[in-house]
């Protein structure tokens, strides 16, 4: 007979964790404090066209994801396009991505060049990451590829999206962001990117019927209030003051939330969940009449942004409009964070006309803001050692959110192969 488990918060986790427990015949109840699943892979009405809050791409090495895609009847759903890379630096747009764009990119000295170019090359080919968990990242990089390439090529993407927390990130964390894209090519100058039809609302949606169909439930709007602990065993889920019995739960939701909805943890667990940051991200979602680049990412080197770059979505995924995703990455609790959606609107106008001068007024169509408060965690060195082990001192209880598959960046197939991996450790004792 199956064991009947509570699983906290339907993004990609979750809904994975739910997933393979209703496959192996047990009862997962999810919960999600959301009008809807997904997390950062959820999509809005903007004005008329279905698609996600924040930006999603898929790699050719993305195993879990297409995995589950196979398994779900959606592998024909899956397209591959081949996109380009621009880097915008000294005002002027220059192709990036490649051995022969980095060669003839204005703004760099050559053995500056090589020195970079190799870097990449062998960051591709590193297969073992442990000896760069406990070096910092930017000492790493600096030493690699020099002064002038890191102040090129390097620094603001560092300083535009951690800003304070810059200077002390793990070397292992860039290394695995440097892989994933380099092995998403097919050849040293073409690059493959996918994309799911309908987005990850096609996944999404697969995913909800298929749980529910194996008798697993969902339930939106419904956050919960408290995990109950009695002894050292977890005992019940609250939700708008009803208390819901469990044999066991599995939590997915950010960690720094953890402490408040888990009251009864040990003391020093509670403190190591609240000693961990995250950034926060202000996403801008523009709709223009027509396209800014031909670019699918466009990375940005410009005392007068303050943004490491942004995502010309509509150049992976054809769409009716032209969509560019704009992300103002921070700290949580850097004020900037609080500032009026207007501020953030106005920026964007100003960067994509500056970009691309053509573009006026009128070519604006739409632009939304989403805000996201725990959209990356900050992995320092040695940052596997800081977090307590998934499977909680508290019989029956299970902890962990992107966080958890360190060194790699966050995201879809990540976290479903986390999430389905976590479900089996979880129903095996």
């Given at each position: ?307 490491p770059g942004l995502v010309e979505y509509s150049n992976l ?113």
């Amino acid at each position: 007979m199956g064991q009947r488990i509570a699983v906290l918060g339907a993004g990609p986790m979750g809904l994975a964790v739910a997933y393979q427990l209703a496959k192996d015949g047990h009862k997962p109840i999810l919960f999600e404090a959301d009008d809807r699943i997904g997390g950062m892979t959820a999509c809005f009405d903007f004005s008329g066209l279905k698609i996600e809050r924040y930006y999603h791409f898929h790699c050719i090495s993305d195993h879990a994801f297409l995995t589950v895609l196979t398994e779900l009847g959606l592998a024909e759903k899956m397209r591959w396009v081949e996109t380009k890379m621009g880097y915008w630096y000294q005002d002027r747009l220059q192709p990036w991505g490649n051995p022969i764009a980095l060669m003839r990119f204005r703004g760099l000295g050559l053995i500056a060049k090589i020195r970079y170019g190799l870097h990449a090359f062998l960051s591709t080919k590193r297969n073992d990451w442990t000896q760069l968990d406990k070096i910092e990242a930017s000492e790493w990089i600096r030493r690699w590829v020099g002064e002038e390439a890191w102040e090129v090529l390097w620094r603001r993407l560092f300083d535009y999206k951690f800003y304070n927390y810059a200077s002390g990130l793990s070397a292992a964390w860039i290394w695995s962001r440097i892989r994933r894209i380099g092995r998403s090519r097919y050849s040293l100058f073409r690059e493959k990117l996918g994309y799911l039809e309908g987005g990850s609302t096609t996944l999404l949606d697969a995913l909800k019927t298929k749980i529910e169909a194996l008798g697993g439930e969902i339930h939106l709007r419904a956050k919960v209030d408290c995990v109950h602990i009695i002894g050292e065993r977890v005992t019940s889920v609250e939700v708008a003051g009803i208390q819901h019995p469990f044999d066991k739960v599995i939590s997915t939701i950010p960690l720094p939330y953890v402490p408040k909805i888990i009251p009864g943890l040990p003391t020093e667990i509670q403190e190591k969940f609240r000693s961990l940051k995250n950034i926060a991200v202000v996403c801008v979602i523009a709709k223009l009449r027509k396209t800014l680049t031909e670019n699918f990412w466009l990375n940005t080197n410009d005392p007068q942004m303050d943004i490491p770059g942004l995502v010309e979505y509509s150049n992976l995924r054809p769409l009716d409009q032209h969509i560019i995703y704009i992300p103002f990455y921070m700290p949580g609790e850097h004020e900037k964070f609080s500032d009026p959606d207007q501020i953030f609107i106005e920026k964007t106008r100003a960067y994509l006309q500056k970009i691309n001068p053509t573009l006026t007024t009128e070519d604006f169509i739409d632009i939304r803001v989403n805000r996201y408060r725990h959209a990356q965690p900050i992995c320092d060195p040695g940052y596997l050692d800081s977090l307590p082990p998934a499977a909680l001192p508290i019989h029956g209880l299970w902890v962990a959110d992107t966080s958890y598959y360190y060194p790699e960046d966050r995201g879809i197939s990540e976290s479903i192969g986390f999430g389905r991996q976590l479900a089996k450790d979880a129903t095996a004792c």
